[in-house]
């Protein structure tokens, strides 16, 4: 396993507005996942060999000393850059050691993956929940295996996925999923959403946490709309049409998308707006109710 060279673990990034988390921590570099929409391809994030897997040198000795010296607890975040249960994780297991090593300095986390081998750790994050927040958000897009392998090719099928939701829910780990990005004209339909909702809910997920478009920059632009070329052709046509260089590109169903996704998680008693979500998960631990109104 290569290694990069890092002189931190934790940063301090405080964020109501994204699961209310305190600290960051990737305790890997890169992502082999593939999939054609992600964000961590663009320039600003300098990456080089996207697709090669680094793990951080002495991450794990770098991180007890950070864990161990920071007077304030909290919960960190994992996940926003590499997906911390990639395949080296299997071997390694930097990931378990990390929620080892929280376990012991009392600290909550907040999971993002797209890999089912999160569930592995259900153990280490029933005994955290004990003394600390967690949540555990998996990233679904796609009802469909065959859709999900196209855009994300070297990711573990929806199906597994879910499996992974019911593992982690039947053992009382607060567990739901990040319905994002949702494409435009690929994956942008009403049946493909309430199909994620009604299997969300078969499946014990408590909460599902939307975006309905896709951020397109640079590099990764690039990249996206040579996808779309090879699996979806006349596909990128509509992208420049409708979104031209724009940044954040909605999908024009949007709004019919948010009514329906928030009838059918009512009706499934799924949380689904950002303060209730926190409040949940950190109801059990005396953390502050959030509300994001003025």
């Known amino acids: 396993m290569e290694t990069i060279p890092t002189k931190n673990m934790l940063i301090r990034t405080k964020n109501d507005f994204w699961f209310s988390t305190d600290y960051t921590m990737n305790i890997y570099r890169g992502c082999s996942h593939g999939c054609i929409y992600c964000d961590s391809r663009s320039e600003c994030y300098g990456i080089a060999d996207f697709n090669q897997v680094r793990a951080k040198e002495n991450a794990l000795l770098i991180l007890s000393d950070n864990l161990r010296h920071k007077k304030i607890k909290g919960v960190i975040g994992t996940g926003a850059m590499s997906d911390p249960y990639n395949p080296l994780e299997q071997k390694h297991q930097l990931t378990r050691q990390a929620l080892e090593l929280f376990k012991t300095h009392g600290f ?46 070297r990711v573990a099928p929806t199906s597994e996925r879910f499996t992974a939701i019911k593992e982690l829910s039947e053992n009382a780990v607060f567990t739901g999923i990040l319905l994002m990005p949702i494409l435009p004209f690929i994956n942008d339909t009403v049946d493909n959403i309430k199909k994620i909702i009604e299997l969300a809910a078969q499946h014990g997920a408590q909460f599902i946490y939307p975006a309905f ?3 397109l920059r640079d590099q990764q632009r690039l990249f996206f709309y040579d996808q779309l070329d090879r699996h979806f052709p006349g596909i990128k046509k509509e992208y420049l049409k409708y ?28 949380l689904y707006q950002m303060p209730d979500i926190v409040n949940q998960y950190k109801i059990k631990h005396g953390g502050q109710q959030l509300s994001f109104l003025p």
């Open 213 to 215: 478009g896709v951020t």
């Open 108 to 153: 909550g986390v907040a999971i993002a993956t797209k890999s089912p081998l999160v569930a592995r750790d259900k153990d280490l994050l029933k005994t955290i929940q004990k003394h600390s927040p967690v949540i555990v958000k998996l990233t679904i897009t796609c009802a469909q295996d065959s859709l999900a392998k196209i855009i994300e090719p």
């Open 243 to 270: 979104f031209g260089n724009q940044y954040s590109c909605s999908s024009p169903n949007a709004k019919l998308l948010w009514t329906t996704f928030t009838r059918e998680c009512q009706r499934h008693q799924l």
